[in-house]
């Protein structure tokens, strides 16, 4: 399949990724997931905005990373930097500057090897593997940074977003 063919279908909030040609579609997300998801979305959407950043955008949203090798990917949670926002059309036409990725069983080996692999490749700046499970964020400034792990009440550091204050407590945590 072509990227031409895969935006020409309909739109759809179903996770599907276009692999070098290959459509693979992905089951729904776990309840787990998706609430990491919201609760990460909000707190990074509100840092954002206040300091006046960029964009941050929840999956599904379509990321072409490879027009030619017919490369899209839909990462969980996006950040597109101001500066970078021409990158920002019906899909993003190029690589974000932060990319999050929301582990699961069926897709955690996959996140950690390959998409670390095509991000590292097409030019994401820090790629953060959140672990509902283990609950930690691992953040690897790329391409070549070794993973930095964060948990409990420690307080995140990103590269790309310096000012950013937020600890994997408050993003784990499933109080009502």
Do not use: N
């Amino acid at each position: 399949m072509t990227v031409e063919q895969y935006f020409s279908g309909d739109e759809t909030l179903q996770r599907h990724e276009l692999r070098f040609g290959t459509l693979v579609r992905e089951p729904s997300s776990t309840y787990a997931h998706q609430s990491v998801v919201g609760r990460l979305f909000v707190a990074l959407d509100d840092h954002v905005r206040q300091q006046r950043a960029g964009v941050v955008v929840p999956s599904p949203m379509d990321v072409v990373l490879d027009r030619e090798h017919a490369l899209i990917v839909q990462p969980d949670i996006l950040f597109v930097a101001s500066a970078r926002m021409t990158i920002c059309r019906s899909a993003i036409e190029g690589a974000p500057d932060l990319v999050v990725e929301v582990l699961s069983p069926g897709t955690r080996r996959h996140d950690a090897t390959t998409k670390l692999e095509w991000y590292r490749r097409y030019g994401v700046r820090e790629y953060w593997l959140v672990d509902p499970s283990g609950q930690r964020i691992d953040i690897l400034v790329l391409p070549d940074g070794e993973p930095r792990r964060f948990d409990g009440d420690g307080v995140v550091v990103s590269a790309v977003l310096p000012a950013l204050s937020l600890t994997p407590a408050k993003i784990f945590d499933t109080r009502l």
